[in-house]
Structures are given as structure tokens and as C-alpha cells.
């Protein structure tokens, strides 16, 4: 029953309560979608604003996505269920492998989530940012499921300026472009957002432009001044104005209406405030957070057991290449030094032109080493010339050849070569006589002639 006049509040209610005398409709904007911009110098008040932004989307039936640069806006798990993803409130830790599973978890179960990347330099949580957003992006191109995304700190993620040392890593996605596709192409998919920062004039100016209603809180530099001046003129604020503002006070401005508001007290502890004050805080409990939680822990235990077995087959990959380039460094090396303590001869045997016997027979030690050598080049002179002189005489291992018992001393023959003949690869072989004659009839032959 209870529940029953909640919903039917809930849906009556339709409007964001920022302060007890002033509400927005979000009825207008039900076209164009929401994305407000929250300006104000430190300590003036913007995460308060925010987080009493959040908890109105929240009793809109609203979802949120949260990056929370400080680690703030965990307290919303005061009332509302909220999986808190990483920093020291952390329900589960921010595994960045899991974006997307913490993103469909936030689509599939309409919880909330808030990103704490307190524990990351401001480069990283870049990256984060920039996969969390894409992601996002992606699902709600199917989901289309009404999310609103919190950006505090949001010079940090779409600076006007990326410094060039700390610029996005290449390989990842650029955070202006992430940040401009949501400000920009965010509405077609159901995604709202909010924008806060404390420096106007390093946020990226594509930005603030797409917002289409803001909330100026007390300013002091001229610099950030400038950088709003042109909506400020739109909404009639002077910097005297901003100048003479209170912590909690803003001025609203939105479709030609300004006004100046004091922001509502919160329903949940302003993580800004100091750490004492959050120790007794308590997440609500709710079956289905509790549900989403053990689901989420589970995921996240295989998605690691998966990644460790993937690391142990990685690492024995290695270990095996490691062996098998050993083996073959090893064998590289036995190789050399076989070829080193072996000599090897190369004998060659050419036909004489008037001889049926082999007029010459050549022993020429080939060195071991790779390449053509001066003696190989003198070799290689010596054999073209033969060819030439025998007119191409075949090539046949000299195994099969007949013994030579006439063959001339080598041109260039060593005695040991002599005493123990040498391994001989190839001998050119003069032909046959008659063969020869057969195939070269220009070769002079001895032939007999036939007797009466
Ligand atoms: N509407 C309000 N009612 C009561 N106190 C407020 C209100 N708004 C702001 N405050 C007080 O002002 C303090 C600073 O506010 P907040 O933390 O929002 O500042 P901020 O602009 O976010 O500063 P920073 O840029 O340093 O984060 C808060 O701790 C809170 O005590
Ligand atoms: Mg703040």
C-alpha cells in the first residue's frame, strides 16, 4: 500500500525540488533532455547542488552514473540503492576490464552506479572516464533506458585544453570526444547529464554550449568569469552579482528564466563534509541491490579466473619459446663447429677432347663459412671453363661413376687429400665416346675403323 502511494507520488511529482520554495518541471525538457551545468568556485557549494540534483533525478525514478572524482557521492547509498564501484566505500572493486558489465548490470537492473576514482592520477581516470562513457554510449544505443550521467570535476574529463604531455594514451579514447558525443549525441539514447566544475574556463566550451540549463554559484576569478560571460548576459546575471553569492546560493538559468535559489538540504551526508561525519554512514538495503551485488561479485571472480588461466598459458607459451630458441642456438652452434673440424673437398673431373679418359680431375677444399670465398670464385671460373670446354657433360655423383685409373693429379691437390681421400660431393664425367659423339656431333671422338 505503502508503495502504492510512493509510486503514485513519485509519478505525480515529475519535478526536480532543489530548494524549498523552487522546483523544475521536467516535463520541457522531456524533448530536448536534460544536461545542466553546475558553476561555482570552490567551497561555494556546487557538489552539494549536485548531490541534491542526484537524489532528485533518484526520486524521479531516475537512473544515475556517477564520476566521482573525490569519492563523494557514495553517501546517496544512504537512501537510495546505489552499487558503489571502487574508492574506499567500494561495494565492488573498479575492475576496468568490467566496465561493461558494471554498465549493463546499472541498464539491466535500473540501479544506480557510482564510479569512485579517487584512487587514480588524473590521466587515468581519463581513461576511465572515456570507457565508462563509451560504454554507456553503446548499450543505451539498444537499452535507450533514461540515465543520467554525473561528470563533478568535469574540466578534469573535457578540458578545453589536453595537456600534450599528459595527453590521452594512444590506443584509448580521446575524453573531449567521449565527453562532446554525450553532450552532443547523448539525447537520442535517453542520457542526460550534469556537468560540474569549478574552473568554466578550462572546460571544454562545446560543452557548457550544449547545456540547456545552469546553475551559477559564487565566483571570484575574472578568468572563469569570462569564460561564462555570454550566458550570463543571456541570463542577465552581472559578475557583481556572482561576486556577492553565499556558499549554497546559485542562480538558475534556464529557458529565458532566471532566478536565485538556496539549495535544499540534503536527504543523504554531503560527502564533501569532513570524514567524521561519513563513518556512521549505512547503505540502504534492498533485495534486488543485494542480488545485483552477489551477480556482480561472481562475474567479476570468473572474469579473474579466466584472466589468470589466460596468464599461466601466456607464461608457459613463453617458456616452451624459450626452450625451443635455446635448442635451436644450440644446434646453430654444433652445426658451426662440425663444419669447422670438417673438410670438405670438392673434386671435379672433366673429359679430355681427345681422350677417352678424364683429362683432368680437380680436389678443391671448400671453406666452411657461408658465401663465395676467392678460391670458391677461382673454382667457379675454373668449372665454367670446363663446362664450356665439354660442351655441358652432365652432372653425376661420382659414387656411381666408374673408377678412374688414368685421372691426372689435381691442380691444387694436398696430401692429406691424397692419403685419405676426401668426401666428394659431384664429378663432371666425360661421356662416353660414343655417346658423346651421339649428342655432340661436333666432338672429336677416336673411333675404330671397320676392317674387311
Ligand atoms: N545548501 C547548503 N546548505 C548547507 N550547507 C551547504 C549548502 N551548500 C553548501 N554547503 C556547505 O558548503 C560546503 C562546501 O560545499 P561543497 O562541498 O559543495 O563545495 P564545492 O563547491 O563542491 O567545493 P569544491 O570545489 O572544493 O569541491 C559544504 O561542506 C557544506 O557544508
Ligand atoms: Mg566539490
Not at 685409373?405 to 692419403?419: F, G, N, S, V
Not at 659431384?426 to 656431333?441: D, E, L, Q
Amino acid at each position: 500500500m505503502l508503495q502504492y502511494f510512493k509510486k503514485k507520488l513519485t509519478r505525480r511529482r515529475r519535478r526536480l525540488q532543489v530548494a524549498s520554495f523552487f522546483s523544475v518541471p521536467l516535463e520541457p525538457y522531456l524533448a530536448t533532455g536534460e544536461r545542466d551545468a553546475v558553476i561555482a568556485s570552490s567551497g561555494m557549494g556546487k557538489s552539494y547542488l549536485t548531490g541534491v540534483l542526484a537524489e532528485e533525478t533518484l526520486e524521479n525514478g531516475g537512473i544515475l552514473c556517477v564520476i566521482d572524482p573525490e569519492g563523494e557521492y557514495f553517501t546517496l547509498s544512504e537512501y537510495y540503492p546505489v552499487i558503489v564501484v571502487g574508492g574506499d566505500h567500494g561495494m565492488v572493486p573498479l575492475v576496468e576490464e568490467a566496465i561493461d558489465l558494471y554498465v549493463e548490470t546499472m541498464l539491466e537492473t535500473n540501479l544506480s552506479l557510482v564510479f569512485d576514482l579517487s584512487d587514480y592520477l588524473d590521466h587515468e581516470q581519463q581513461a576511465i572516464y572515456s570507457r565508462i562513457t563509451e560504454s554507456l554510449f553503446t548499450f543505451e544505443t539498444e537499452y535507450k533506458k533514461k540515465v543520467r550521467l554525473i561528470v563533478e570535476e568535469a574540466q578534469i574529463y573535457a578540458p578545453q585544453r589536453m595537456p600534450t604531455s599528459k595527453g590521452h594514451k594512444p590506443g584509448t579514447i580521446d575524453p573531449v570526444l567521449a565527453s562532446q558525443k554525450i553532450a552532443k549525441r547523448g539525447r537520442k539514447r535517453a542520457i542526460d547529464s550534469l556537468w560540474a566544475t569549478q574552473r568554466p574556463a578550462s572546460l571544454n566550451k562545446d560543452i557548457l554550449s550544449q547545456c540547456n540549463r545552469f546553475w551559477f554559484g559564487g565566483i571570484s576569478a575574472e578568468q572563469d568569469y569570462k569564460a561564462i560571460k555570454p550566458f550570463l548576459k543571456e541570463a542577465g546575471i552581472e559578475f557583481a552579482q556572482l561576486k556577492a553569492l553565499q556558499p549554497g546560493e546559485f542562480y538558475f538559468y534556464s529557458q529565458g528564466e532566471t532566478k536565485k535559489i538556496k539549495s535544499r538540504k540534503r536527504l543523504c551526508k554531503h560527502g564533501g563534509a569532513t570524514p567524521q561525519e561519513q563513518e556512521d554512514i549505512r547503505a540502504v538495503s534492498s533485495a534486488g541491490l543485494e542480488k545485483a551485488l552477489e551477480a556482480l561479485a561472481e562475474q567479476l571472480k570468473q572474469n579473474q579466473l579466466s584472466q589468470e588461466e589466460e596468464t599461466s598459458e601466456l607464461i608457459e607459451l613463453k617458456r616452451a619459446l624459450k626452450e625451443l630458441e635455446d635448442e635451436n642456438a644450440r644446434l646453430k652452434d654444433e652445426l658451426n663447429k662440425e663444419r669447422l673440424a670438417t673438410k670438405v673437398i670438392r673434386r671435379i673431373e672433366v673429359p679430355s677432347i681427345n681422350a677417352p679418359q678424364p683429362a683432368v680431375a680437380v680436389a678443391v677444399p671448400i671453406p666452411p663459412e657461408m658465401g663465395i670465398s676467392a678460391e670458391e670464385a677461382e673454382e667457379q671460373e675454373l668449372l665454367e671453363a670446363f663446362e664450356q670446354a665439354i660442351d655441358g657433360a652432365p652432372l653425376t655423383p661420382l659414387e656411381a661413376s666408374p673408377p678412374q685409373p688414368h685421372a691426372l693429379p689435381t691442380m691444387r691437390q694436398k696430401p692429406a687429400a691424397a692419403a685419405a681421400p676426401p668426401k666428394i660431393r659431384h664429378a663432371i664425367h666425360a661421356p662416353h665416346p660414343a655417346a658423346a659423339a651421339h649428342h655432340h656431333p661436333h666432338r672429336v671422338t677416336h673411333q675404330i675403323p671397320l676392317m674387311d
